[in-house]
């Protein structure tokens, strides 16, 4: 039985209302010179954000637009439901449609985080900004972090698409637009590259767990173990094969309606590895190749996504 999700239904609608109303032009601002869609973020929020104090036991979950943070979501929590069936000793009586919270940290109003004092644990927090932009509470508690990372081409093709049907979001009337684009630093939540190279400082911290897309799609059986062992979250096999069947691309989509109500029809579109074989140019290949060859080479994160397996035509 999916959870109600009627908040976040509610403010991708009235997001994607107001932007429908507003010339390109309009909907992005820059804080601390990252570009942010207006109507999902504002000054106001990110500063009110700096107050968020994280638990020990939170779950907080950090990937750039497009690298699957949505998918990795469903898994999350329901990990985190099952740690709470084998924790609990009494039955919970919060109301959760009540307390019910837009995942993303950096999405909603200045109150939020006042709000979110309510959430009972192990909560399942979402972001896509860099570590430097994080409230510090995430990093003194030593909060769980994991860090879901994709390969760059693949991240290009799917937010290329991701913009053509998402109204709060700049649209680009070529692909070749929008590579220039994503090339220059004009994405929402910024560039990748510097996304990658900013969280690569954590890469070693004991409390940080880099997941890639690719090695997910792969073996999602071995990831859930894995990320489930990270969280101190025991399973059953009965559990196991719960979890990965749920966070399956197919049982996903099917259910989109439910958990993410129009917005999911834009979300779930492919859910493959290699999408960008159509749309590179041999040029952009060479561009993109040298960008990470620039940033990434050589670092834990750049090893971690395996480049010459995944991004080499």
């Known amino acids: 039985m999916e959870k109600p999700r009627q908040k976040f239904k509610d403010i991708i609608d009235q997001a994607s209302a107001a932007a429908s109303k507003m010339h390109r032009d309009e909907l992005m601002f820059l804080y601390k010179g990252v570009p942010y869609p207006v109507t999902f973020c504002s000054p106001e929020v990110f500063r009110a954000m ?6 020990s036991d939170d779950i907080i979950l950090a990937g750039y637009p497009k690298s699957g943070t949505n998918w990795l979501t469903q898994i999350l929590n329901d990990l985190a439901d099952i740690h709470e069936k084998k924790t609990q000793n009494k039955q919970n009586t919060v109301d959760n449609e009540e307390l019910e919270e837009f995942p993303y940290l950096e999405v909603g109003d200045t109150e939020k985080y006042e709000r979110m004092k309510r959430l009972p644990s192990r909560r399942v927090i979402v972001t896509h900004l ?3 932009y994080l409230p510090r509470s995430i990093f003194k508690n030593k909060a769980k972090i994991l860090l879901l990372i994709r390969n760059p081409k693949d991240v290009a093709t799917s937010f290329y698409h991701f913009t053509k049907r998402m109204a709060p979001l700049p649209s680009y009337e070529t692909w070749d637009d929008f590579f220039e684009a994503f090339m220059t630093n004009k994405m929402a939540w910024g560039c990748y590259f510097q996304y990658l190279s900013e969280w690569n400082k954590y890469a070693d911290d004991e409390n940080v767990m880099a997941v890639t897309y690719e090695e997910l799609k792969e073996n999602r059986v071995v990831g859930v173990k894995n990320i489930a062992a990270f969280l101190g979250i025991s399973m059953t096999e009965a559990e196991l094969q719960s979890v990965v069947e749920r966070s399956s691309f197919q049982s996903m989509k099917k259910n989109s309606d439910k958990t993410h109500g129009s917005f999911g029809e834009i979300l779930f579109r492919k859910g493959g590895v ?13 561009k993109m190749d040298k960008a990470f060859e620039e940033h990434m080479r050589g670092t834990k994160l750049g090893t971690k996504l395996k480049y010459e397996m995944y991004c080499k035509a």
């Open 50 to 55: 700096e107050s968020f104090e994280a638990r």
């Open 130 to 132: 860099r570590p430097e």
């Open 274 to 286: 290699s999408d960008w074989k159509n749309l590179f140019s041999e040029d952009q290949n060479e």
